[in-house]
């Protein structure tokens, strides 16, 4: 079992950036791949970026590919997604979620555990 907790989300204006944490329980943390979601309001959960389990393999959306950066540190069973030159279409609530899957997974059914979210809201 595993409880994700995230954090970091907040108002920010247009081209600045936040940074998501995504707190893990339990001691098998570095044993999943590690996922960020996102969903917007009326629209449908999508898939942000993926981490592998040691960290050396990372996986983006295009609509986030160079502005957005995953990373993790299993010593402290978190992950991390930086988000950088943020739009307002990026304006969502953000979810980690952790499975047994392979590394550049986008399909967040596979996915085992996930957080609650943490909304962020990019201003124009």
């Known amino acids: 079992q595993v409880q994700l907790v995230e954090s970091g989300g907040g108002l920010v204006q247009a081209g600045g950036s936040l940074r998501l944490s995504c707190a893990a329980s339990?001691?098998?943390?570095?044993?999943?791949?590690m996922g960020w979601f996102r969903q917007a309001p009326g629209k449908e959960r999508e898939f942000v970026a993926s981490i592998s389990r040691s960290g050396a393999r990372t996986y983006y959306a295009d609509s986030v590919r160079g502005r957005f950066s995953i990373s993790r540190d299993n010593a402290e069973n978190t992950v991390y997604l930086q988000m950088n030159s943020l739009k307002p279409e990026d304006t969502a609530d953000y979810y980690c979620a952790a499975g047994s899957v392979g590394w550049a997974i986008q399909n967040g059914d596979m996915y085992d555990y996930w957080g609650q979210g943490t909304q962020v809201t990019v201003s124009s």
């Open positions: 339990g001691r098998t943390f570095s044993s999943y791949t």
